[in-house]
């Protein structure tokens, strides 16, 4: 994330058991963006690419913001045992069989 404030000069290169992934960074329309480029097997003869992406969108995708997020991060509060009223109780009225019509 570095890249976005000041430009790298290479691609950040993550390597993978199996496969490579490049960070390249660069400026679109006067903006930093940038691209995932996916090695397969380590093989320079496939590579996938991504779309340019603004600092905004690579938020969105892997940041705090987005709702799959909040599935796994640590709640705060501490549950209320007052607020959970499940009713084991018979209802009032009735036999407890249907009528038949």
């Not at 892997?62 to 018979?90: E, H, M």
Request: aromatic share 8%.
């Amino acid at each position: 994330m570095d890249g976005f404030i000041s430009a790298a000069d290479e691609n950040i290169i993550l390597e993978l058991p199996n496969d490579i992934i490049e960070l390249h960074y660069e400026k679109n329309y006067g903006q930093q963006t940038v691209q995932f480029i996916q090695v397969i097997n380590k093989n320079r003869k496939y590579i996938g690419k991504s779309q340019f992406l603004t600092r905004k969108q690579v938020d969105k995708i892997f940041g705090r913001t987005n709702g799959k997020y909040a599935l796994y991060d640590k709640q705060t509060t501490v549950p209320n045992k007052a607020a959970s009223t499940a009713s084991t109780a018979t209802p009032a009225s009735g036999n407890g069989k249907k009528a038949r019509k």
